[in-house]
């Protein structure tokens, strides 16, 4: 019997998008999925939605709830990661502090000051999750979702034997909005409303379009594209020269131009981790002229969902149980059915045999096809990425590195290093301006970082 255990199942409307895809599979029909959070209001909220989703798939699944995390990950075969330190308070001193110093930040979840700091908050709690897996379901594979996925996902490599893998959607999403715009798909709309959320997760890449990609996760980079065999690079490289296309997503557009490549994720995303695009307010508004807040939308989004969730738990109206744009539900069904399929994940570049992407470091992680089966992971040896699109992520490779060290060895400094290296940063802080930025940001947030308090 297959055990699923949710460590962060309390964020209600992740757990019904992951349960839905679960629940589509026939071979996890009688499967058991634990769902734990340190949060008991939010996770009776979670539990209630996700019985109500196996009544009406009229399925043999067993749900349980649990705030004892020893207790959810005993006998496990899988455990994803879900977890939010904190929910949105230190996420909104993640925007606010760096902006009174210039740093303006669209999303702050991968790079930059946000980045970093939710990478301090997020690392040890997933180190505390390893430890007990170590003892309690040594043989499960730990499925990490939370953020900043890169250096989570390293440091969950560097630090236990637990096998791991990184899953985020944005190499699905961005090739359903490449299919779009080359006019082999659905047109897909930037998230920029709570109903274009919610309809994102179960867009799906058309059948026709077969794909490749390499790189780091959230700065990926599409190496092939084909409709019906039919090699669409060259159009791909053209597209820049739309003005829809500019207007949609002028970020990814220029560095299209410039680099010659493609890259994930949404344009307003990838200026967070560039640093060409957010100088000062001027230049942000040129290339982002339909700029919006993500904490805001997350908000909007958060309370349309609750009012959803109100009337699913009502009985007023249907949950959707189908695949969507979640990677694990596909994993976890191809080990557990035997059918083989094909994800993107991050994992070790350095594989037993060789490196899967061989001019990025041997110690870092890379987001690669991964094929699944029976037998587990399978990932991908890509060669070479174009040298250009391997500096660019050497970049944030840097950056990701030292916040390792940092959340490993207790090493405040390393964490300092990290973000006077950060490419957006140092676009727009001097050196004095990011020792402040990083010592408000520390204090504000001590409260989340208890392995510094000796510092």
């Known amino acids: 019997m297959t055990q699923i255990t949710i460590v962060g199942a309390g964020s209600v409307m992740f757990t019904r998008q992951i349960t839905s895809a679960l629940l589509s599979y026939p071979a996890l029909d009688g499967a058991v999925l634990v769902l734990m959070d340190i949060d008991s209001q939010v996770l009776k909220r979670s539990f209630e939605l996700v019985t109500r989703m196996i009544e009406q798939a009229g399925l043999r699944v067993q749900v349980m709830m649990t705030t004892d995390r020893r207790k959810a990950l005993t006998n496990a075969d899988f455990v994803i990661n879900a977890i939010q330190v904190g929910g949105l308070e230190p996420w909104r001193l993640d925007m606010d502090i760096p902006a009174k110093y210039g740093v303006i930040q669209e999303v702050g979840d991968t790079m930059g000051p946000g980045g970093i700091f939710r990478a301090l908050r997020h690392i040890p709690p997933m180190l505390s999750i390893l430890r007990d897996m170590e003892i309690l379901c040594p043989d499960a594979l730990f499925i990490n979702y939370a953020n900043p996925l890169a250096p989570l996902t390293w440091a969950a490599k560097d630090y236990s034997p637990v096998k791991s893998v990184g899953l985020c959607y944005g190499v699905r999403y961005t090739v359903a909005q490449l299919a779009g715009y080359l006019g082999e798909g659905d047109w897909v709309e930037h998230p920029s409303t709570p109903e274009r959320w919610q309809r994102l997760m179960y867009h799906e890449v058309p059948e026709h379009i077969d794909y490749e990609f390499a790189g780091i996760n959230h700065m990926t980079w599409i190496t092939r594209m084909t409709a019906n065999g039919k090699d669409l690079l060259p159009k791909l490289r053209e597209m820049a020269g739309n003005?829809?296309?500019?207007?949609?997503?002028?970020?990814?557009?220029?560095?299209?131009?410039?680099?010659?490549?493609?890259?994930?994720?949404?344009?307003?995303?990838?200026?967070?981790?560039?640093?060409?695009?957010?100088?000062?307010?001027?230049?942000?508004?040129?290339?982002?002229?339909?700029?919006?807040?993500?904490?805001?939308?997350?908000?909007?989004?958060?309370?349309?969902?609750?009012?959803?969730?109100?009337?699913?738990?009502?009985?007023?109206?249907?949950?959707?149980?189908?695949?969507?744009?979640?990677?694990?539900?596909?994993?976890?069904n191809a080990m557990v059915s035997g059918d083989r399929t094909r994800i993107n994940g991050n994992v070790p570049n350095h594989q037993p045999g060789g490196l899967l992407v061989e001019n990025l470091p041997e110690n870092c992680v890379v987001e690669v096809p991964i094929q699944v089966d029976a037998r587990g992971l399978q990932p991908q040896q890509m060669g070479r990425l174009p040298m250009q699109c391997a500096s660019l992520n050497k970049t944030n490779i840097a950056v990701q590195e030292l916040i390792v060290e940092s959340a490993l060895t207790h090493n405040l400094d390393a964490a300092r290093y990290a973000l006077s290296l950060d490419p957006v940063t140092a676009a727009v802080c001097t050196l004095e301006q990011i020792d402040a930025m990083f010592n408000e940001l520390f204090e504000a947030q001590r409260h989340w970082l208890p392995q510094f308090n000796h510092c």
């Open 243 to 332: 003005p829809k296309v500019y207007q949609a997503d002028a970020v990814r557009c220029e560095v299209l131009k410039f680099f010659g490549h493609w890259c994930t994720e949404n344009h307003w995303h990838c200026s967070d981790y560039l640093p060409y695009f957010r100088k000062n307010e001027a230049m942000i508004n040129h290339f982002l002229p339909q700029r919006w807040n993500l904490l805001a939308l997350e908000e909007k989004v958060h309370a349309a969902g609750e009012a959803e969730i109100d009337a699913q738990l009502a009985g007023s109206q249907k949950i959707v149980i189908a695949p969507n744009m979640l990677n694990a539900p596909k994993l976890i």
